[in-house]
């Protein structure tokens, strides 16, 4: 990806469309994720202003750019997945012959990834299969739980009630909510309900 290449849904899906046509990894610019993750923000907040507004017109711009940022996600989701599946087939081929793969194309978070699973497929490899072909048993060494795991768990829903019919939109986790009307009580993902009673949307009863 060139560099200074703006984000916008035209460059997305170009870059999408030539991921899926290469076989290899496409090169993108070192700040591409905080790139994307600036353009959902602009995109989002511009939602946010149309839900302030109550008319016809402002409830048919609204949706539009739902969709908008609904058709945006899902490209990045497919992107992500597609690069994702190019890095786990080099990570296996990179254990298979114990050498490493060219990672000129990943980005710094793809490149960590591909050290993982390359560290984990050879780790696997000794313990089990050079194991069994020197007569052994496997011995496959577990970690310990992860950290965070241990950590408290923390609400991940908010129980609220609706003061004004609010239409569908998209959340972070790509699922489409609503439409609501006046008085509805709904449990939402607690970014959600952040958003919804910053812009009065909504009031919080308690979360779960």
Do not use: W
């Amino acid at each position: 990806m060139d560099k200074d290449v703006v984000i916008t849904y035209e460059t997305l899906y170009e870059i999408l469309r030539r991921e899926k046509l290469r076989a290899e990894l496409q090169p993108l610019d070192k700040n591409f994720f905080k790139d994307v993750v600036k353009y959902l923000s602009e995109k989002q907040s511009i939602l946010d202003s149309q839900m302030k507004k109550v008319s016809i017109f402002s409830s048919s711009e609204t949706q539009k750019i739902q969709k908008q940022i609904e058709n945006i996600k899902r490209m990045i989701q497919e992107l992500y997945e597609r690069r994702e599946n190019k890095i786990f087939q080099l990570a296996v081929f990179s254990s298979r012959v114990n050498d490493k793969a060219n990672s000129k194309g990943m980005l710094d978070e793809e490149r960590d990834l591909y050290d993982h699973l390359v560290s984990i497929l050879n780790s696997f490899r000794k313990c089990v299969l050079f194991n069994v072909l020197s007569l052994k048993n496997p011995q496959v060494k577990l970690e310990s739980e992860p950290k965070e795991l241990k950590t408290e768990i923390k609400p991940s829903n908010g129980l609220v009630r609706f003061l004004h019919a609010t239409p569908k939109f998209i959340g972070d986790d790509l699922k489409v909510y609503g439409p609501f009307e006046a008085e509805d009580v709904a449990s939402l993902p607690l970014k959600v309900t952040n958003i919804l009673i910053k812009n009065e949307r909504v009031e919080a009863m308690y979360t779960k």
